[in-house]
């Protein structure tokens, strides 16, 4: 009798192995995200530039997809070299985190917030010029400006690249 059953449950076993997954549960396996098409990003990146360019503000701008690769990355040319590495850290950090960076540099601030370690990670830029791309109420990129010469002046041009964009990340 054990024996029957060993065979009965191993026939089965085998039998539900080589069965494909069904819809559902290949579904709950994956996921679909939109993401930012290049040619979207580098309008959004020179849209962001040629705002902060009107006030003589030398940045450069990076825009990466949701999980902050970069797809663009523009730079004026007397902006300074730190300015590539913190636009695209600022960019990072804001599709990270899902917010602008000036909202996450606001809560590392606070003692005793448990968010003072944040600015300690490799790679994070907590300085204003960091927003994430929404668009159908999920993450399709970031953006990052950095130069101008503060956090405020940087998320305006941000601001201004996100704009520029909208009407096109309608879905």
Not at 1 to 6: E, H, L
Not at 52 to 60: L, P, R
Not at 68 to 73: I, N
Request: hydrophobic residues 45%; charged residues 15%.
């Amino acid at each position: 009798m054990n024996t029957i059953r060993s065979t009965t449950l191993a026939a089965a076993f085998a039998l539900a192995a080589t069965m494909p997954l069904s819809a559902q549960a290949a579904e709950a396996a994956t996921w679909s995200q939109k993401i930012i098409t290049p040619e979207i990003a580098l309008k959004a990146a020179l849209a962001a530039k040629e705002a902060c360019q009107k006030q003589n503000w030398q940045v450069t701008v990076a825009v990466t997809d949701p999980s902050g690769l970069p797809l663009v990355l523009l730079r004026d040319r007397y902006a300074g070299w730190h300015t590539v590495d913190a636009a695209i850290g600022k960019a990072r950090t804001a599709a990270s985190w899902r917010e602008s960076t000036t909202s996450i540099a606001e809560r590392a601030k606070k003692p005793g917030s448990g968010d003072e370690a944040i600015v300690h990670l490799p790679g994070v830029v907590v300085i204003g010029g960091g927003m994430p791309i929404e668009a159908g109420g999920q993450r399709v990129g970031a953006i990052g400006v950095s130069g101008a010469p503060n956090g405020g002046n940087n998320d305006t041009c941000a601001k201004a690249g996100i704009a520029a964009i909208e009407g096109e990340l309608a879905f």
